[in-house]
């Protein structure tokens, strides 16, 4: 028994440039398939429920409500992207008051010192909403905690509540008014598509 016999990774001949650059080459057509379809199979779903939200929104902002988005680590990054959808959409467009709630860092990690991360969400909802408002939360798995909770508080708020999900939808799916599952396990493919999800949403509300 040689080493080479019993580690032939370790001595099998490196692939050339040309292999590494064509296998690469394949993975990201593949990927890049992957994601319009998951894209286009969102959008065919949720066409329906895309419009009655975009129409309770346009209605909450005309009569002066204010839109808040909340999430962890790569939704947290989608929620602060659709505030600012919202609120500095560009020239020729109609801004309207919106706010990521991870924006101030210091009342973020001041609750969670201080009190638990579960109640950062629920806790600036709770000082800044108001009933009319518009409280928008991301979760690939529809189960975060601080998320679920910061939802159930907008309800009994009387906020409209917005959900962007994965997977099954997880608890979020009792939580929101409007929601919008993104049918895959992958968190990559999940966050891509609510991605073009809350640009539809965005596209509508302006339309209105």
Known sequence: MTHETLYPGLYAAAPGVEEVLAEVAGSTAEKAREIVALREETGRLHADRLAGCAAALARAFAAGGRLFAFGNGGSGTDGHALAELFANPGPGRRPL??????????????????????????????????????????????????????????????????????YDGGRMRDRVDHLFVVPSSSVHRIQEAQTTLYHVLWEAVQAA
Do not use: H, K
């Open 97 to 166: 008051p919106a706010l990521a709630l991870t924006s101030d860092v210091a009342v973020i990690t001041a609750l969670g010192n201080d009190i638990g991360f579960e109640v950062v969400f629920a806790r600036r909802l709770a000082a800044l909403g108001r009933a009319g408002d518009i409280a928008v939360g991301l979760s690939t798995s529809g189960d975060s905690a601080n998320v679920i909770r910061a939802l159930g508080e907008a309800g009994r708020m009387g906020m409209i509540t917005v959900g962007f999900a994965g």
